[in-house]
C-alpha cells in the first residue's frame, strides 16, 4: 500500500459532501482493481480529510484518529475486491470507517483509555482549524472555543449518536447513504438522530451557563 499520501492527512482540500460520483468514480474503480498504485494514491488524496475529520468526530482525538485513518486505507486497500459497487465508494469508505472507529472505541474503553478531554481548553490545532483569515485574533480565538465547545459536546454522547451526528450534521450524508453505511432502518436514524442533536444542544446550553 502507497504510504506517502498517508502523511499530510488534514492538509488537502476535503472533496465536497456532495460532489457528483458517476463515471469517474467508474474508471477509478477500474484503475483500482488492475492495481494502478497511482489510483490508490488519488483514492488517499479524495477521501483522506472526510475521513480524518470522522474520525475525530468519533474518538474524539487527533493521534488516535491520524492512526485510525491509516488502519482504514489499508481495511480499504485489501477489501477493495468486496466492493459489489451498489453504492458510492464513500459510502462503502465511510462503512469500513464507522465499524473502525466503533472497534476502536470498544478497545480504548477496555484499556481505560481515551483523551477526549483534550477538547477541554482550546489547543493550537483548534486554534488553526479556526484560522479562515478572521477579521481580528478575538474573533479566530472566539471561534476556536467554539469549535472546542462542539467536539467536547460531541464526544460525550454515546457512540451511535456520535456517529449520526457526524455523519449527517457535519459530513453532510444523505439519510440513504446514511443507511446503508449504519444498516439501519430508517426511522430508527431519524429519532435516533433527533435524540442525539437533543441532548447535543442540551449540553452546549449548559456551557453557556
Avoid at 19 to 42: H, K, N, Y
Wanted: charged share 35%; aromatic share 6%.
Amino acid at each position: 500500500m502507497p504510504s506517502s499520501e498517508m502523511l499530510d492527512i488534514g492538509q488537502e482540500a476535503s472533496v465536497s459532501a456532495g460532489a457528483p460520483e458517476g463515471p469517474s468514480e467508474r474508471v477509478l474503480l477500474s484503475r483500482l482493481r488492475r492495481g494502478d498504485p497511482e489510483a490508490f494514491e488519488q483514492l488517499v488524496r479524495e477521501h483522506q480529510d472526510r475521513v480524518f475529520d470522522f474520525c475525530v468526530r468519533m474518538v474524539g482525538d487527533r493521534e488516535e484518529a491520524h492512526d485510525l485513518v491509516q488502519e482504514i486505507f489499508v481495511s480499504v486497500h485489501q477489501n477493495l475486491g468486496r466492493f459489489r459497487e451498489d453504492s458510492k465508494l464513500s459510502t462503502w469508505i465511510f462503512r469500513i470507517s464507522k465499524n473502525q472507529c466503533i472497534n476502536r472505541l470498544k478497545y480504548l474503553k477496555r484499556r481505560g483509555r481515551g483523551r477526549s478531554d483534550e477538547y477541554e481548553e482550546v489547543g493550537e490545532d483548534a486554534l488553526s482549524g479556526a484560522l479562515g483569515a478572521p477579521p481580528t485574533p478575538d474573533v479566530a480565538l472566539e471561534s476556536a472555543r467554539e469549535r472546542a465547545r462542539v467536539q467536547w459536546a460531541i464526544s460525550q454522547l454515546e457512540p451511535d449518536a456520535r456517529m449520526l451526528v457526524a455523519l449527517r450534521d457535519i459530513e453532510g450524508l444523505s439519510y440513504e447513504e446514511i443507511i446503508e453505511i449504519t444498516e439501519l432502518p430508517e426511522g430508527t436514524v431519524k429519532s435516533r438522530l433527533h435524540r442525539a442533536r437533543e441532548k447535543l444542544a442540551d449540553l452546549l446550553g449548559r456551557l453557556e451557563e
